[in-house]
C-alpha cells in the first residue's frame, strides 16, 4: 500500500499502552488464548450446531488453511456478507488467523454498496450465502465481478451453501483445510529447518495492524471505510465486556446483524468470547426467535435497535415465556423514546442499558446500577476513562454543559482517518485529531450525554443510517426527476422515515416506482424512499443550500 493510513501518534500510543487498553494481542492470538484457557466450554451455538472454544479454534485454522490455499494472506482485504449465522465468526476467526483484515458488509448491500467495498478496500475475495431473505447473492457476485472487470481486485467468491453453476465460485465447505500436521513441519538431521512461514496464530498481524474494516452510516455518497485495529478493537469490546459485568457465565444473543458494530464488539460476540462465554446466534430479529433461544439457551444479555423494543415489549407481556435468566437489555443504534425505555424493563423482567455508538469508536453505555432517569432519559457515558468529548457551538468553540452542540471526540478506540479518504478526512476531523460526529448532544454534569439531533445530512431508520446525498445522486438519474431532496420526517414506528422532495417535468413517479428504479440501479432496498412529494421547486437557504428543515417543516403542517 501507498498511502498512509491515519493513525494515532507514537505518544497516545505509548500511553494507551501504558494504561493497559492496549494490550498488544491480535484476535488469532486472543482466540488461541481462549482455546487454552476455557476449551472445554461452549463458545458459539448456532441452531443445532455448537462449537467449543477448542472447536472454534480448531475450525479457525482449517478456514484459514483454505483460505491460504486460495492465496490469501497478511493484509488482504476479504468482503464479508453473511447473514446471522455462526459462519459469520468462523470466516472472521480463519481470517484473523492469517492476519487477513475482514470487510464487514450488510446483508442488505446490494451491487453498488458491495461493488463500492469491492473497489475501495482493494478487496481480494467476497464471502456470501448462497441465497438469503429471498435474494441470490450468487447473481450479485455475477454483477460485482462483471462490474469490476479483469483489472478488478477481486479474485476468488466464496458462497456459503450452494456456489451454483460457476465453476470458479468456491463453496465454503471446501475451504476447510485441515492443517498440515506437526510432523510435516518438524526439521530432520538431514535436512534443513523447514521455513516456519508466518505466526500460524495470526499469520504474523501485528497488534497495530487493521484487523476489520467497519463501514460508516455515511453523509457523502457512498459508505466510508472505517479501519479498526487488533489492539483499540479489542479494547473497545473488553471495556463494553467491563461495563456490562460479563464472565464465563455470559450467554449473548446476537438478534441484530452480526457485523453491525453494536452486535459485534459493544460488547456482543467479541466481548462475550473475550470474557468466555457463549454466542448464540438468533436468525431473525423477531421476539418469539428471541424468546424461544432464551429459554432453550439461557441467554443472559442481548441487544435491539428501538423500532424492534414495543414487538419484544408486546410479546412478552402477552404470552407466557420463561425470561428469568435474560439479565440486560441493550438499545442503541437510534434514538430510544423515553416512554419506550421507562416500560422495556418491567415488561421483560430485565435491566435496561441504553447504547449510543457508533462504528468509528466511541461508544457510551448506561451504567448497570444508574438511577432509572438516567438509564431512561440518557445515552450513556463513555466506556473508557480516556474517551475525550467535547461539545462545541457552530464555531467550535466548547459549550457548557447542559447547552447542546456538536460531539467531538477522540480516545483509544476512535479512528483518526477513514480508510483511503484523505479529502474526506480534513473535513471528518479536527487539526488535533477529534472525530466530528455530526451528533448533536447535551453533556450532563454525571458525563452522561443525551441526543438532542444531528447535523449531518444523515436519516437514521429505526438504526439504519441513509446518507441523503448518496440517495439524491441516484434519484437524478430516473429520468422523471430534476431535482431532488431527501429529508427525515419523525415516524411511530422508525423514530424517523425518508422523504424524497422530488422536482419534475411532468407526473412525478410513485414511491414504488422510485424503489424499483433504485434497486435497478443496484442500492440497498432500506434506502428507498418510504414516500416520494412532488414540489414545484426546492426551498433554499440564504446561502444557498436546499433548505431540508423548510421541507420537514412543510412536511409536517401541509
Ligand atoms: C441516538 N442516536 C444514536 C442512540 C447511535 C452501538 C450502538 C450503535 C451503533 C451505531 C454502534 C444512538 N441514540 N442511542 O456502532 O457500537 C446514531 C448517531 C451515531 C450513529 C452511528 C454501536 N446510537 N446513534 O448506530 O455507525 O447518529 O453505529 O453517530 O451505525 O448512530 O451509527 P453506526
Not at 452480526?258 to 462475550?272: D, E, K, Q
Not at 422515515?497 to 414504488?512: E, H, K
Amino acid at each position: 500500500m501507498t498511502e498512509t493510513q491515519k493513525t494515532w501518534s507514537e505518544t497516545e500510543s505509548a500511553r494507551y499502552r501504558a494504561a493497559g487498553h492496549w494490550q498488544g494481542v491480535t484476535f488469532g492470538t486472543l482466540l488461541r488464548q481462549g482455546a487454552a484457557g476455557h476449551g472445554g466450554r461452549v463458545a458459539l451455538i448456532d441452531g443445532e450446531r455448537r462449537w467449543t472454544y477448542a472447536d472454534l479454534d480448531a475450525e479457525a485454522d482449517r478456514v484459514a488453511g483454505g483460505l491460504r490455499g486460495l492465496g490469501i494472506g497478511r493484509g488482504d482485504r476479504v468482503v464479508v456478507q453473511l447473514p446471522n449465522s455462526a459462519e459469520f465468526v468462523l470466516v472472521w476467526f480463519g481470517l484473523q488467523r492469517l492476519g487477513a483484515v475482514p470487510v464487514h458488509a450488510m446483508p442488505g448491500h446490494r451491487r453498488r454498496e458491495i461493488g463500492h467495498l469491492v473497489r475501495v478496500a482493494g478487496a481480494v475475495a467476497c464471502v456470501v450465502p448462497d441465497r438469503h431473505a429471498r435474494f441470490d447473492h450468487r447473481e450479485l457476485m455475477r454483477e460485482v465481478r462483471a462490474e469490476q472487470g479483469p483489472g478488478g481486485s477481486l479474485r476468488h467468491v466464496v458462497v456459503v451453501g450452494d456456489p451454483g453453476p460457476d465453476d470458479d465460485f468456491v463453496p465454503f465447505e471446501a475451504l476447510r483445510v485441515d492443517p498440515p500436521s506437526a510432523s510435516g513441519l518438524t526439521a530432520t538431521d538431514s535436512l534443513p529447518a523447514p521455513d516456519p512461514g508466518p505466526d500460524p496464530d495470526d499469520g504474523g498481524a501485528d497488534p497495530a495492524d487493521v484487523a476489520l474494516l467497519l463501514l460508516s452510516g455515511g453523509t457523502t455518497g457512498l459508505p466510508k471505510l472505517i479501519p479498526r485495529t487488533h489492539d483499540d478493537y479489542a479494547y473497545n469490546a473488553r471495556a463494553c465486556a467491563q461495563v456490562c459485568a460479563l464472565d464465563a457465565r455470559t450467554v449473548y444473543l446476537a438478534v441484530l446483524p452480526i457485523g453491525f458494530n453494536f452486535t459485534f464488539a459493544c460488547p456482543g460476540v467479541l466481548g462475550t468470547l473475550m470474557a468466555g462465554g457463549t454466542v448464540v446466534v438468533a436468525p431473525d430479529p423477531s421476539p418469539q426467535t428471541g424468546f424461544t433461544l432464551v429459554e432453550r439457551e439461557g441467554v443472559t444479555l442481548t441487544s435491539l435497535t428501538p423500532p424492534l423494543v414495543p414487538h419484544w415489549m408486546d410479546e412478552a407481556v402477552s404470552s407466557s415465556w420463561d425470561l428469568g435468566s435474560l439479565a440486560v437489555v441493550q438499545v442503541g443504534g437510534a434514538r430510544l423514546p423515553e416512554d419506550h425505555a421507562r416500560k422495556l424493563g418491567p415488561a421483560l423482567g430485565v435491566t435496561v442499558q441504553q447504547v449510543f455508538g457508533m462504528a468509528e469508536g466511541l461508544i457510551n453505555l448506561t451504567r448497570l446500577d444508574d438511577p432509572e432517569d438516567l438509564v431512561c432519559a440518557t445515552q450513556g457515558r463513555p466506556v473508557s476513562p480516556d474517551d475525550e468529548i467535547l461539545v462545541v457551538d457552530t464555531d467550535g468553540r466548547p459549550v457548557p454543559d447542559g447547552t447542546a452542540g456538536e460531539l467531538l471526540t477522540r480516545g483509544p478506540y476512535t479512528l483518526r482517518g477513514y480508510y483511503r479518504a484523505e479529502e474526506h478526512n480534513r473535513t471528518a476531523f479536527t487539526p488535533d485529531g477529534y472525530y466530528r460526529s455530526g451528533d448533536v448532544v447535551r453533556r450532563l454534569p454525571t458525563g452522561h450525554l443525551v441526543v438532542v439531533g444531528r447535523i449531518k445530512d444523515q436519516i437514521n431508520r429505526g438504526g439504519e443510517k441513509i446518507a441523503a446525498v448518496e440517495v439524491e445522486e441516484e434519484l437524478l438519474t430516473h429520468p422523471a426527476i430534476t431535482a431532488a431532496a431527501l429529508v427525515g420526517v419523525p415516524d411511530e414506528r422508525w423514530g424517523e422515515r425518508s422523504v424524497a422532495f422530488v422536482v419534475c417535468a411532468g407526473a412525478a413517479p410513485s414511491a414504488r416506482e422510485v424503489a424499483a428504479h433504485l434497486r435497478e440501479r443496484g442500492l440497498a432496498g432500506h434506502k428507498a424512499p418510504d414516500e416520494v412529494v412532488q414540489v414545484p421547486g426546492l426551498p433554499l437557504t440564504a446561502v444557498g443550500k436546499v433548505d431540508k428543515a423548510a421541507l420537514a417543516q412543510g412536511f409536517l403542517r401541509p
